[in-house]
Nanobody, 120 residues
Framework: QVNLVESGGRVVQAGDSLTLTCDANGDTLRRYSIGWFRQAPGKDREFVAAISWITTVYEDSVKGRFTLSRDNDKNAVHLQMNNVIPEDTAIYYC???????????????WGQGTQITVSS
């Protein structure tokens, strides 16, 4: 069983860049598809981005601003966030699943989340 821990969340200003990291222990992340989700106050959790063995997909509002990548040496996945906007304010969660049938849902393993606040 894989255990996930997110880090990197902080308070930033609009236009800033930051990187979120999803670290894993208990198993190797190369076996999993990894997704990032976020939940803003008063809103449902929403899909942000995901990476499988063969593809990387992004939600439309983050395309061109966010980049998801694997760091196999560190058993981690990074979400590089550029040009953040206030609407990116949320708790960000990473999640893992062993297959890649639907990268937008169906994840069985979740981290505890990390908070990003973007001020205007």
């Amino acid at each position: 069983q894989v255990n996930l821990v997110e880090s990197g969340g902080r308070v930033v200003q609009a236009g800033d860049s930051l990187t979120l990291t999803c670290d894993a222990n208990g198993d190797t992340l190369r076996r999993y598809s990894i997704g990032w989700f976020r939940q803003a106050p008063g809103k449902d959790r929403e899909f942000v981005a995901a990476i499988s063995w063969i593809t990387t997909v992004y939600e439309d509002s983050v395309k061109g601003r966010f980049t998801l990548s694997r760091d196999n040496d560190k058993n981690a996945v990074h979400l590089q966030m550029n040009n953040v906007i206030p609407e990116d304010t949320a708790i960000y969660y990473c999640a893992a699943r062993l297959d890649s049938d639907d990268l937008g849902s169906g994840y069985g393993y979740w981290g505890q989340g990390t908070q990003i606040t973007v001020s205007s």
